[in-house]
Nanobody, 124 residues
Framework: QVQLVESGGGLVQAGDSLRLSCAAS????????MGWFRQAPGKEREFVAA????????YYEDSVKGRFTISRDNSKNTVYLQMNSLKPEDTAVYFC?????????????????WGQGTQVIVSS
């Protein structure tokens, strides 16, 4: 059974940084793409970033390009999201996602395992 546990959320001011972590267990971590999604109140869950199983490919939603960086440490079965220059519109619950299929390039919202989410609040 795949388990994903996020950590690192919190309350910060605009311009600050946060690093989210997601520890995975239950299968061979290095074979699967990982990603981050977020959901703001009253909105649908949206894609933020993803990293391929090999780590060679990364993908970002346009509004976070240049500010957020996704990375993975296969020795720790962990994926990270470094978030810099945070803005109030980044406020959301951030969810870690793992692709169900092996050797994937990215994570699809309709075909993923999910963590429980971690709250990020950015005050202006």
């Amino acid at each position: 059974q795949v388990q994903l546990v996020e950590s690192g959320g919190g309350l910060v001011q605009a311009g600050d940084s946060l690093r989210l972590s997601c520890a995975a267990s239950g299968r061979t971590f290095s074979r699967y793409a990982m990603g981050w999604f977020r959901q703001a109140p009253g909105k649908e869950r949206e894609f933020v970033a993803a990293i391929s199983w090999s780590g060679s490919n990364t993908y970002y939603e346009d509004s976070v390009k240049g500010r957020f960086t996704i990375s993975r440490d296969n020795s720790k079965n962990t994926v990270y999201l470094q978030m810099n220059s945070l803005k109030p519109e980044d406020t959301a619950v951030y969810f870690c996602a793992a692709a169900r299929g092996g050797y994937s390039l990215t994570v699809r919202k309709d075909d993923a395992y999910w963590g429980q989410g971690t709250q990020v609040i950015v005050s202006s």
